[in-house]
Structures are given as structure tokens and as C-alpha cells.
């Protein structure tokens, strides 16, 4: 009986979802983080393309701001303020940034309940206001960031009350971590290291590490000898390897966001069938999901659904596909056993290309679907868990890449590229655009170190040419 009571929660809590909460693309559908702000309701998200943003964006009402890939993807040289107001009851989700506004306040919140993880918080400023400010009333989570070359780092005031953990504080010319008149916040199992001073004011104080965290400063993986790996709060969800949790916002190993669905990228050509595959990480075991995407442009259509699910099996699989709307809907429920921590595909979608297609890229992103149906995993015991996202692209060529080795995209090949490359080989850095292909410089049909030594020979020691991938 318990069983079955379970079962009918975690199917509630993927049906119900926020009533009317929708996706607003930047910069798709709008073209600023302000603009979509300016027209975003109550518990709306804000879904950011990688790219960098300049804006100084406000809200007062509760919002999120996620990033569609992790750090350092999606940069804001502007700030964030939220004001969510009284009484919220779901989180602001504030996911994927890295902030490099130089002076004053990067991310300011009040009032209300806001879960902050997986972010950059990045200055060269000496000495300067707060760059994280929770002036009043905020509940909820900062975890997994990472603060660095701030003057004074992140202040809670007021009757805010934040679980700071597993968060990297280093090279603050202040405090890293400030609590004025305020007794409800907890710091656990971060990393504090070559700051002026860490932690001033009150709070509950364990589990916390005082050395070098060894992070890559460009990636902000963790290198193979950090002792930020396996060192985060034991209460916070294993790895999927069943480890510890890490302190930090990439973790040590190919888990980079936390949760995280991704779609695969590929090429077509007019007649083409093609499949992209949807994939998911997560980090806690599973009782659900809601994976719902869309795929608007002209000449593609999605014929078919394919469940994968090896190493992330659900009892129950549905999906709904309306090729008029250019979406599909994905949805998984764990009925005997829930879905173990992990990685792997969950579907293959099958697109067709007509003989009457233009040259395209056409997105599969993240959508939301009325009533109620948002990108969404519900764990074992039907709480919410909101995953990063990954967006795929259909490339319809003609020639998708006009020069293979500019990974950058910028017209030429130089040591830029080479560094990219390296990057992305073998840092987990972002990959190289417009598509990963660019990077095959040998076309052996991957992306691989050998890749890196042949643009080497060819910028420095007069090698071969990089091949032409559209000969």
C-alpha cells in the first residue's frame, strides 16, 4: 500500500506542475534578460543560450534564471536583482552563471525562497560592496558555487536564512562570507582558501576545508588531486559513481551539472533520416520525469520515438508528439523500483529531412507544454528537481563547417583554437562551434587528442592541412 501511495504522488507531482509557469527563451524570444523579466509572471523561468549579456536585469516577483549549459557558457557582465516577495512557495532557481560584473552587487535576492547553485561568481575588484547580497528575509540554498577575487564576497542580513555548502571562497580582499544580525544561516563543507578573512558573524560552522582547491580557473573543473573531491556535505545527493558529493561547480569527473538532460547534436543532408538522442544525468535517485522539447523550422519532421533507457530503466514511457507544433513530450515513471543515480540515453527521436528543406540549424530546446508540463525530475520521494539543459541541433548542410580547425568560429586557425581544442579534449571545456565537428581536423569522425597534435604540426611546423569537411 505504501508502494502505491507513492507511485500516485510522484505521478501528481509530474502532472501538476506551477499552473500557467512558462519558458522564456533568451535570446531567441527576447533579446535581453530584462526584456523577458519585463513581460515573465509568477515562477516563470528564464532560460539563458549560451553568450555573454550585458544587462542589468530586475525583477520584482518571483523568477528564475538558469543557464542552458554549465559554466563558463553563459557570461553576465551585468547583475541580478530579485525581489520574489512574501510568501512564495516554489524556489527561485538561480543556475549556470558566471557573473564578471567588476563593481557593485553581481546577484542581489530578498524576500522568499531561492535555491543559488552552480554559478561563477567572478571579479578582479580589491575592495568593494558585497558581490552576493541577501539583505532580507530569504530562505532557501547556496551551494556548489564558486566565489572568487571579490572584496567582500557573499553577506546575509536580516531575517535571511541560507544552507551555504559546498561552495569554493577564495582570493576575497574582505570576508568571504559576511552574517550581519542574523542567526539563521549555516556554512558546511565549503572550501575557504587565501582569503582575507572567511567567515564574520554568526552561523552554524562545519565540515569546512581551509587549502588550495586545485580547480582549473578557466573550466573550474577540479583537478585529479583537489581535495574538493568527495568533500561535500554527506546529506547532499551522491555522485553518480555512488561517491560523495564534491564542493564546487563542475565536478571532478564527466558529471559537469548536476542534473543535467542533454540532446546530441548532428548533421543532415535533404532525404536524410536522422536520430538525436536525449540523455540524462542525475545526480539522486529517480521516481519521474517530464522531458518536453521543441523543434520548430520548416522541412524536418519527427516520425518516431524511440526508448533507450540503457542504465536508466522507468516501468512506465510515454510520449506525444504533435508535428504541427514542432514538440514532443517525453515522460518516465518509476513504478517497482525507483531509478538508481546514473547516466545514460533515454530515447532516440527520429527526424526526416524533405527534399525541400532550406539550409538550417534547427534547435531541439526545452519548452513548456500547457497545461502543466515543464522540463522536470521528481525523486524518490516526489520532491522536485529541476535539471540543467543541453540543447541539440539539426544541421540541414549544405556545409555546416567552412573551416575545419576554427573552433572558435572567427575566420582563422591560430593558437586560440589550439587552446579551445585542448580545452575540450580533455578539460571538458565547451565544444567547438558551430558544431563539435569542427574540431575533427583529421576526419576520422571524432574529436580526439590527436585532433589537438595535428593543428599543432599545422599552425607551428607547416603540417597538412586540416581536411575540408565539405569537400
Not at 573550474?220 to 545527493?237: H, K, V
Not at 543515480?341 to 525541400?356: K, Q, S
Request: charged share 15%.
Amino acid at each position: 500500500m505504501l508502494r502505491v501511495a507513492a507511485v500516485l504522488i510522484v505521478g501528481l507531482a509530474i502532472a501538476a506542475g506551477q499552473a500557467g509557469a512558462t519558458v522564456l527563451l533568451v535570446p531567441e524570444d527576447h533579446a535581453t534578460i530584462q526584456s523577458a523579466m519585463d513581460v515573465a509572471d509568477a515562477y516563470d523561468t528564464i532560460s539563458i543560450a549560451p553568450g555573454v549579456y550585458l544587462d542589468n536585469a530586475s525583477s520584482h516577483g518571483p523568477v528564475s534564471v538558469i543557464a542552458r549549459e554549465p559554466v563558463p557558457a553563459t557570461v553576465l557582465w551585468g547583475g541580478l536583482f530579485i525581489d520574489a516577495g512574501f510568501g512564495t512557495a516554489h524556489p527561485c532557481r538561480i543556475s549556470g552563471l558566471h557573473f564578471r560584473r567588476k563593481v557593485d552587487v553581481q546577484l542581489q535576492c530578498q524576500n522568499g525562497l531561492f535555491h543559488v547553485t552552480h554559478n561563477v561568481f567572478d571579479s578582479t575588484i580589491t575592495l568593494g560592496p558585497a558581490i552576493l547580497y541577501f539583505p532580507n528575509g530569504v530562505q532557501g540554498i547556496f551551494e556548489n558555487n564558486v566565489v572568487r577575487h571579490m572584496g567582500w564576497g557573499l553577506i546575509a542580513s536580516g531575517s535571511t536564512s541560507l544552507q551555504v555548502r559546498n561552495n569554493i571562497f577564495r582570493d576575497c580582499k574582505g570576508s568571504a562570507v559576511t552574517t550581519e544580525s542574523n542567526l539563521g544561516c549555516t556554512f558546511s563543507y565549503n572550501c575557504f582558501f587565501n582569503n582575507v578573512q572567511n567567515i564574520r558573524g554568526d552561523g552554524l560552522n562545519e565540515g569546512n576545508i581551509f587549502e588550495d582547491p586545485l580547480m582549473d580557473g578557466t573550466t573550474f573543473q577540479l583537478e585529479a588531486e583537489s581535495p574538493c573531491i568527495d568533500a561535500g556535505d554527506p546529506a547532499s545527493p551522491l555522485d553518480p559513481d555512488g561517491s560523495r558529493a564534491d564542493i564546487g561547480t563542475v565536478q571532478f569527473g564527466p558529471y559537469l551539472f548536476g542534473n543535467l538532460v542533454s540532446v546530441d547534436s548532428a548533421l543532415a543532408e535533404l532525404l536524410d533520416t536522422v536520430v538525436l538522442r536525449v540523455s540524462l544525468a542525475n545526480h539522486a535517485p529517480l521516481g519521474g520525469a517530464t522531458i518536453p522539447l521543441s523543434y520548430a523550422n520548416t522541412g524536418v519532421s519527427l516520425i518516431s520515438v524511440t526508448h533507450v533507457e540503457r542504465g536508466l530503466s522507468f516501468d512506465l514511457r510515454t510520449d506525444l508528439i504533435d508535428d504541427v507544433a514542432k514538440t514532443v513530450l517525453l515522460g518516465y515513471v518509476a513504478l517497482d523500483s525507483i531509478v538508481p543515480a546514473g547516466e545514460g540515453p533515454l530515447a532516440e527521436l527520429t527526424f526526416v529531412v524533405t527534399g525541400a528543406a532550406p539550409e538550417q540549424v534547427i534547435r531541439v530546446d526545452s519548452t513548456n507544454l500547457p497545461p502543466s508540463n515543464r522540463l522536470l525530475l521528481v525523486d524518490a520521494l516526489a520532491r522536485e528537481i529541476h535539471p540543467g539543459f543541453k540543447a541539440g541541433t539539426l544541421v540541414v548542410d549544405h556545409c555546416p563547417v567552412e573551416l575545419t580547425g576554427d573552433v572558435q568560429l572567427d575566420g582563422e586557425r591560430t593558437l586560440v583554437d589550439i587552446v579551445y581544442l585542448v580545452n575540450y579534449v580533455l578539460r571538458g571545456g565547451p565544444s567547438p562551434l558551430p558544431l563539435p565537428q569542427a574540431g575533427d581536423v583529421d576526419c576520422s569522425g571524432a574529436v580526439l587528442t590527436s585532433d589537438i597534435v595535428y593543428l599543432v604540426n599545422y599552425i607551428f611546423k607547416l603540417g597538412p592541412e586540416p581536411c575540408d569537411m565539405c569537400p
